[in-house]
């Protein structure tokens, strides 16, 4: 009887291959598994891609229409399977336009709407009241390409594209450019109500009349639309679905600064024009230094207040005031004035607005705070004339003088005066409340000169002055002088139109 021998060798190759078939399959699998999102995503990357240079070459077209060049331009855009709008109406302006708000630090409601402007329509009220108020506004539009999450648009001349969390990139700058001197901005309006979707190509056609209207210089709109500009400051608001990015872009103009207003997708841009220099009066309780060139270590020139008073000089030695200067940044210069004796006035910590010091210098971003106290026998001198009810008088702070000194008053070195920084400047001293510390004693003039500097480093300085409630300073006889260096940029001509195109889809 034979014996059966089993052999195994052709049952192995069969589960081998099966053992490599599925390991090939399951490598396939996981392969479209991790790489079809990146191969969408990469299509994607080169469809928005393709738009945003679609839409930078209608940029590029637009201006020449708008601005003069030649009256009708074609741009080809390829839709692959997504839409294209054109927000050119009624509606679509009240989401993409342009406020321009002129102010000019002798209209009596410029302090108190500065302090409240960082809003879109802030100055509804303002212009309701006020005949003195300037400003104007302009419409944009836009034509928009809409791909998954992005959004890709032209609106104001420039190339945005906007991502799903909200953040927004300019692909292309818009009208709009600042040299330090003049400022050019035509705005472009979009004209058209069109919308086509597909996957085919569509023609962008884009008409414009040539004949732009000049917004500024304008005298027939406002009396005051002149070159030079006599404003001395512009508020420029952009309400838009883009409006980040034209703050971003504002941001890269020389000299200019922005904020946002989220809630209604604003843009606020602030430029500063000529300052107002020489002796302001009446006094009064804000104003503003911009531009003051803190690379100079004497900026100032003058920087000195008039008090007067109907009355004796007990009238205005008995007036307290203090004068705050802030920047935007959390450092602040307090100055306290009280009275002396019958004859002088002088920064004083005895104040009874609640100030504990004489001067006092806070940076709240690195916790500083450096205090100054007069020295013996400085003060400012009460000119006293007249007698009983025809009695005035009448007195001059200096606070760049020479002569009047103050000793520093705290226990920690000080921080700001030196090296050169973001927190502190020039000149270069180590000062102790040591007694026999050589530099713990300076002259106001120096005080003042270098804790402004570091104040302009950020910017616009802002002061407010006050005075108790029962002082007896005549603030329409008073007044302060500011003459300085304000070696900024400082935008003195400036160039508005309105642009109007009319985009149609074919």
């Known amino acids: 009887m034979k014996s059966i021998r089993i052999n195994d060798l052709a049952v192995s190759s069969v589960i081998g291959i099966s053992i490599i078939l599925v390991i090939s399959l399951l490598s ?8 079809a999102p990146l191969i969408s995503d990469t299509q994607d990357m080169a469809k928005s891609q393709k738009v945003e240079q679609a839409f930078t070459v209608l940029d590029s077209r637009t201006s020449k229409a ?114 330090g001197e003049t400022m050019t901005l035509p705005i472009v309006k979009v004209s058209g109500n069109d919308t086509i979707s ?36 512009i508020l420029i608001y952009i309400q838009s679905d883009f409006y980040d990015g034209w703050a971003d872009y504002a941001e890269t103009l020389t000299s200019t600064t922005a904020t946002l207003d989220h809630d209604n997708k604003t843009a606020i841009i602030e430029m500063d024009a000529e300052p107002k220099m020489g002796t302001v009066n009446p006094l009064p309780t804000y104003f503003e230094i911009p531009a003051l060139n803190h690379t100079n270590p004497e900026p100032f020139d003058n920087f000195s207040f008039f008090y007067y ?53 806070t940076d709240t971003s690195i916790g500083v705070t450096e205090i100054w106290e007069t020295s013996s026998g400085s003060g400012f001198l009460v000119n006293s004339i007249g007698s009983g009810n025809s009695a005035v008088a009448n007195t001059t702070i200096d606070l760049v003088s020479d002569s009047y000194m103050m000793y520093y ?54 002061c407010t002055w006050e005075q108790k409630s029962n002082g007896k300073i005549e603030t329409d006889l008073s007044s302060y002088t500011a003459i300085y260096d304000a070696n900024g940029a400082i935008l003195t001509y400036l160039h508005i139109t309105s642009n109007e195109l009319e985009i149609a889809l074919n």
């Open 28 to 35: 396939i699998g996981l392969m479209i598994l991790y790489t």
């Open 66 to 179: 708008s601005l003069g060049e030649s009256p009708l331009q074609t741009t080809t855009l390829t839709l692959m399977g997504e839409n294209v709008e054109v927000y050119g109406d009624s509606n679509s302006y009240n989401d993409s336009r342009i406020k321009i708000i002129f102010l000019y630090s002798n209209s009596s409601w410029y302090d108190n709407f500065y302090q409240n402007h960082t809003y879109w329509n802030a100055w509804e009220s303002y212009e309701s009241t006020y005949s003195d108020f300037a400003g104007l506004e302009a419409s944009m539009g836009s034509v928009r390409y809409y791909l998954d999450d992005r959004e890709i648009a032209y609106e104001g001349g420039g190339v945005w594209s906007k991502y799903e969390d909200g953040g927004t990139i300019m692909t292309s700058p818009p009208e709009f450019h600042y040299n």
């Open 198 to 233: 597909g996957s085919s190509d569509v023609n962008i056609e884009v008409r414009s009349s040539n004949t732009p209207v000049i917004l500024y210089p304008n005298t027939s709109l406002n009396a005051n639309f002149t070159n030079p500009i006599s404003a001395n400051k």
């Open 309 to 361: 008073v109907e009355g004796d000089s007990s009238d205005l030695i008995a007036s307290d005031t203090i004068l705050t200067a802030t920047s935007n940044t959390g450092k602040s210069l307090v100055y306290s004035f009280s009275k002396k004796d019958s004859d002088e006035v002088m920064l004083d910590a005895a104040n009874s607005l609640g100030t504990s010091h004489a001067l006092t210098y």
């Open 409 to 462: 008053d705290t226990s920690d070195n000080e921080y700001s005066w030196g090296p050169v920084g973001s927190n502190s400047t020039t000149p270069d001293l180590i000062i102790t409340d040591d007694a026999s510390n050589a530099n713990r004693t300076q002259s106001l003039h120096n005080i003042t000169q270098h804790y402004m500097r570091l104040l302009a480093q950020d910017g616009t300085i802002e």
